[in-house]
């Protein structure tokens, strides 16, 4: 049994996959190693169960740690069979999908132990872009293993027992685990941006079963499921989501199917997958407020670029690319965070995001619903840097920053003379400037559409741009 959860490794497995289609493959495979009285030592499968099966029908690869077993220490032979999970994966084209919770690297077969993990890491990197994969953490996940985790696609974490880290709280110089648990799944989700998803076991298994079965098989794959909503219907409620954004795709996607990704780390910039006429689409969207389940103010944010919030959001448009699905963004920003991090790490985190955007090849459309300033509203999937098609709700003001802003640039003499200068400049500099119908006269913006209108014509234009190949 996993001395972490309480769970054993098997019982993993088949609660993850459809019932009984489960099939182990390497179930014999012991370690080799005989030093340090290693012979006689019991390794039964070496401390890792592999296989395959099905989530919701669907082919998926899947390993699980078993931490009964030397603690689920990453040996030679244990390498071995999780490398050949992925060989079969990447032929057949499927999801891997690795339940971890290990001590590590097996001491007693040091060099052998290394290149087991140095082969793990090339398995993956062949599978990148490839075929989507998945790393649920359920106890520990240290050292080499950090690696494997950050090389996949997706990652679950445990919420109480869990750990994930590099180096251990205790050995990092002036702290200590009750001070920071910078290993804790907390720590790791909100503040490091490691982790996709927190939860329960239950939850996670749950979890992955969700996101698997929305995610293609493999770069060539499409998932489209047959659309039980109504295509022309109102998205009624767009509206007042227009805040807290996560409610506004609620009223868009099928049936208000959303799956947020990272929801911890940079909570203002908003990253999830939702379905529109069955197909999976991925969405970037700026986020101003976030509501609990009362419908009461739980955080507050600028409508501003962060540079984590641009560093997830372009990881999440090169894996949408990598994997064919269409991106929609919704768009209210009116400029860049103002901190000493922002002047450190923002140029290059939105220029991480301006290239993500423009390189993508993938349909791609954007809804302005706020304000779009400055080049941060050129970094969020503009007609100028590829956006395929742009909406506009009638409320939106598109232009270099907010009008009362720059008459105070363009006006300062006239201002320190007559300050009523400000109102009236204000009114001509929106009228002339800053109403989004201006950039829909010179081709930015496609069309003006009402908010119950928003589900109707996205669905539309990425039927349009089915076809696409560029």
Known sequence: MSTSAKTSARERIETLLDENSFVEIGA???????????????????????????????LVYVFSQDSSVLGGS?????????????????????????????TGLRLQESVDGLEAFGKIYMKQTEAAGVIPTVTAVFGNCGG????????????????????LFVNSPNAVDENRKEVCDTASAKFQSEVAGNVDFVGTEAEIISGIINLVSILPSNYEDEVVADCTDDLNRAATGFESGLEDTKLALNSISDDGFVVEVKSAYAPEMLTAFIKLNGATVGVVANRTKVYDDEMAVAAEYEAKLTAKGCDKAAEFVYFCDDFSIPVLTLTNVKGFATSKCQEKHGA??????????????VPKVNVLIGDAFGSAYITMNSKSIGADMVFALPNAKVGMMDAQSAVKIMYADEIEKDASVIAEKTAEYEALQGDVTKAASRGYVDNIIQPVDVRKYVIGAFEMLYTKRQ
Not at 74 to 102: C, F, Q, R, T, W
């Open 348 to 361: 290059a985190k939105t220029a991480k995001l301006t290239f993500a955007f423009a390189n993508a090849t």
């Open 74 to 102: 990453v040996g030679e032979m244990h390498a071995k069979k999780i490398a050949n999970i992925y060989d079969m994966a990447l032929k057949m084209g499927a999801p891997v999908i690795g339940l971890v919770d290990s």
């Open 144 to 163: 080499a293993l950090s690696v494997m985790a950050g090389l996949s696609d997706f990652t679950f974490m445990e919420s109480e027992k869990a750990n």
């Open 28 to 58: 014999l495979v012991t370690a080799r190693a005989t030093d340090f009285n290693m012979k006689s030592v019991d390794t039964p499968s070496d401390g890792v169960i592999t296989g395959y099966g099905l989530v919701n029908g669907r």
